[in-house]
T-cell receptor, first 114, second 116 residues
Framework: GQNIDQPTEMTATEGAIVQINCTYQ??????LFWYQQHAGEAPTFLSY????GLEEKGRFSSFLSRSKGYSYLLLKELQMKDSASYLC???????????????FGKGTKLSVIP | DAGVIQSPRHEVTEMGQEVTLRCKPI?????LFWYRQTMMRGLELLIY????????DSGMPEDRFSAKMPNASFSTLKIQPSEPRDSAVYFC??????????????FGPGTRLTVT
């Protein structure tokens, strides 16, 4: 099974940097995803890590440490439109027999204030 | 591509009624997923299909829930009979086969179900 933990809520100021942490305990691992979900909308893909280290994509970066079962999402130069929930999700091992699923954390609601 | 399409977008029904949610995945995607999202439990996987075949339905809460995928471009999630605790947003998502690649899941807009 999978157990994924992330903070429930965070608040940060426009223009600042915020780091959203995610820890996981899983029976299998084949990648970690971050999704963004604005209120009343569907989750949309932000980033993916399968190897240790940092992946950068514009203002967003994501880090993974597989040995520690730890990831974070870093948002720089925060904008008001970044106010949303951020979901951490772990993909289990791909068996080749069609087995493939994501287990999501409950999400971190980020509020960006002026 | 139009993305994942779900209908209806909103459904209000009375307890005991049958509810059918519909999904059209992105053309060419091998996998289709049904999720349920609530404040208390977050986003939960209910069932997923690979090439129209159900692979894992262990997330389906009980026998009142059933899902079908008669062809590559259509899936339904049915609740019969519905109960107030089924009130949630139901998302459908699709993706290509992941093997060793990213192939993220693309989510539809969701169906907000309210059972009174």
């Amino acid at each position: 099974g999978q157990n994924i933990d992330q903070p429930t809520e965070m608040t940060a100021t426009e223009g600042a940097i915020v780091q959203i942490n995610c820890t996981y305990q899983t029976s299998g691992f084949n990648g970690l995803f971050w999704y963004q979900q604005h209120a009343g909308e569907a989750p949309t893909f932000l980033s993916y890590n399968v190897l240790d280290g940092l992946e950068e994509k514009g203002r967003f970066s994501s880090f993974l440490s597989r040995s520690k079962g730890y990831s974070y999402l870093l948002l720089k130069e925060l904008q008001m439109k970044d106010s949303a929930s951020y979901l951490c999700a772990v993909r289990d091992s791909y068996s080749g027999a069609g087995s493939y699923q994501l287990t999501f954390g409950k999400g971190t609601k980020l509020s960006v204030i002026p | 591509d139009a993305g994942v399409i779900q209908s209806p977008r909103h459904e209000v029904t009375e307890m005991g009624q049958e509810v059918t949610l519909r999904c059209k995945p992105i053309s060419g995607h091998d996998y289709l997923f049904w999720y349920r999202q609530t404040m208390m439990r977050g986003l939960e996987l209910l069932i997923y299909f690979n090439n129209n075949v159900p692979i894992d339905d262990s997330g389906m809460p009980e026998d009142r829930f059933s899902a079908k995928m008669p062809n590559a471009s259509f899936s339904t999630l049915k609740i019969q009979p519905s109960e107030p605790r089924d009130s949630a947003v139901y998302f459908c998502a699709s993706s290509l086969a992941p093997d060793l690649r990213i192939y993220e899941q693309y989510f539809g807009p969701g169906t907000r179900l309210t059972v009174t």
